[in-house]
């Protein structure tokens, strides 16, 4: 019996660590995986950096680009991706001069949230519009007590609620603004449920949900991008590099559209297109 006993014993050690020697080979395993993947993504990124900067076209590498130099060249760049073998992404910028087909009214909105009550609530709001004018820049008073201002990615601090609009009187303004326009963003369900209004989708233009945007920056397309990559790819412009500041994030929104401005509207006109009556058989019409 007790060699018996040994012999189980020891069979059950053996086991035990075989199993722990698979997990460790699993878990190794999957390390190399994630590194893989983020070597990959860093190398997508640089490409991108070097696209918009022109290397990938010949015009030779240079420095990053400052604001001011890439929101007086918006459209100098237009077609870094389109002759970029690297990334093999389609273009959309073609037709950037003709600019017909763009939607009168066009303005740009980012907001800043604090935390109340397990929620968020609206704490900045910035409005520009296609020129880059500013057509509305205040703090706003959330209407219950702040928990938590997040200042470290908003940049809201507790005396910018001193100087801040009553949420009502805010909010009827950012809605008399917005109506009848075309309103660019990134994210903007987040944006339009702090302000607490809905928008007619076919009025949205969100630099967060339209995908040609995810292949021409290299990103995933199952994954929504941040405004941050975006602009880092596809305006080789540097934003939120400490706090959130919306101002720069609308501007940012605004100037990735008007790259793409006019692939986008037509891109949404050729998904509109096949909605046709022509197109559909009779049979399934509805009867009167």
């Not at 006993?5 to 460790?24: A, F, N, P, V, W």
């Not at 600019?99 to 949230?113: F, G, K, Q, T």
Request: aromatic letters at 6%; proline letters at 4%.
């Amino acid at each position: 019996m007790r060699h018996v006993r040994k012999s189980l014993e020891g069979s059950e050690t053996t086991d035990s660590g075989s199993t722990d020697i698979l997990r460790m080979k699993g878990r190794q395993r999957r390390m190399k995986r994630k590194k893989k993947r983020s070597g990959s993504e860093k190398r997508r990124m640089r490409v991108c950096v070097k696209a918009s900067r022109g290397c990938l076209t010949g015009s030779g590498c240079g420095s990053v680009p400052s604001d001011s130099e890439s929101e007086s060249s918006v459209s100098d760049n237009s077609d870094a991706f389109a002759s970029c073998d690297i990334t093999n992404r389609p273009s959309l910028a073609i037709e950037t001069s003709s600019l017909e087909c763009l939607p009168r009214h066009i303005v740009a909105i980012d907001c800043e949230m604090v935390s109340v009550a397990n929620k968020s609530a609206l704490a900045k709001c910035t409005i520009i519009d296609y020129e880059e004018r500013v057509l509305f820049d205040h703090y706003v008073r959330p209407e219950q007590q702040i928990r938590d201002y997040r200042t470290k990615w908003s940049g809201i601090q507790p005396h910018h609620m001193k100087i801040g609009l009553p949420h009502k009187e805010a909010v009827q303004k950012i809605k008399a603004i917005l109506e009848g326009c075309v309103v660019i963003g990134h994210d903007l369900g987040h944006d339009f449920a702090a302000i607490g209004m809905t928008h007619p989708s076919s009025s949205i233009r969100d630099t967060a949900k339209f995908p040609p945007l995810r292949e021409l920056a290299g990103l995933k397309r199952n994954w929504s991008p941040s405004l941050r990559n975006l602009a880092l790819c596809l305006l080789g412009r540097k934003i939120q590099c400490g706090s959130h500041c919306s101002l720069e994030d609308a501007r940012a929104a605004l100037d990735i559209y008007r790259k793409y401005a006019a692939a986008w509207e037509k891109h949404l006109l050729d998904k509109k297109f096949w909605f046709h009556d022509q197109f559909w058989p009779e049979d399934i019409a509805p009867s009167n």
